[in-house]
T-cell receptor, first 111, second 113 residues
Framework: EDQVTQSPEALRLQEGESSSLNCSYT??????LFWYRQDPGKGPEFLFT???AGEEKEKERLKATLTKKESFLHITAPKPEDSATYLC????????????FGAGTQVVVTP | DTAVSQTPKYLVTQMGNDKSIKCEQN?????MYWYKQDSKKFLKIMFS???????INETVPNRFSPKSPDKAHLNLHINSLELGDSAVYFC????????????FGPGTRLTVL
């Protein structure tokens, strides 16, 4: 059975303190690994899609990487506005649109 | 110019009632989805429609019935509401059924008393 496990569950950072979130997964055929950001009371907002091991994508202070077993979301020099829950999700090769989400990592960045 | 909108934002109702949630997207996408986010924050897909055709139908009680009158709208009707139906329901859309980038609505928080 496919699994998506995110760690840690929660992360508290000082402004400027870089860190990484982990998303480990098991799937028989990976089509894509997705990262979303969710603010309280809002819907998830798409950040990145990674398709193959070794791929990296960046957006402002965020950088996502992918291996055959896990993905990392690196937050460099975070700011308070980076506070959110970060969700990863996978899509299988035989059901692209059916995203399976992890439980998320709640990130709080304090000034 | 909201991309994916849902109504209502909040819904409080009694057990046994029937209720509907509406979703509209103005992105010109072909595919729409319903997700349920429970109290533990897990997002789980329920249904997906591609151009008005049901393409994903997860193991969901048949009290839940989606309807897509056209590709810009996807509604969710729930019969005989139960306490366990309390959750946040999100609508999403994507350009195609390959769903690479899904755009989510703001969610509807359903509370069943």
């Amino acid at each position: 059975e496919d699994q998506v496990t995110q760690s840690p569950e929660a992360l508290r950072l000082q402004e400027g303190e870089s860190s990484s979130l982990n998303c480990s997964y098991t799937v028989s055929g990976l089509r894509g690994l997705f990262w979303y950001r969710q603010d309280p009371g809002k819907g998830p907002e798409f950040l990145f899609t990674l398709y193959s091991a070794g791929e990296e994508k960046e957006k402002e202070r965020l950088k996502a990487t992918l291996t055959k077993k896990e993905s990392f979301l690196h937050i460099t020099a975070p700011k308070p506005e980076d506070s959110a829950t970060y969700l990863c999700a996978l899509a299988r090769t035989d059901s692209w649109g059916k995203l399976q989400f992890g439980a998320g990592t709640q990130v709080v960045v304090t000034p | 110019d909201t991309a994916v909108s849902q109504t209502p934002k909040y819904l409080v109702t009694q057990m046994g009632n029937d209720k509907s949630i509406k979703c509209e997207q103005n992105l010109g996408h072909d595919t729409m989805y319903w997700y349920k986010q429970d109290s533990k924050k897990f997002l789980k897909i329920m249904f997906s429609y591609n151009n008005k055709e049901l393409i994903i139908n997860e193991t969901v009680p048949n009290r839940f019935s989606p309807k897509s009158p056209d590709k810009a709208h996807l509604n969710l009707h729930i019969n005989s509401l139960e306490l366990g139906d309390s959750a946040v329901y999100f609508c999403a859309s994507s350009h195609t059924s390959r769903g690479q980038e899904q755009f989510f609505g703001p969610g509807t928080r359903l509370t069943v008393l």
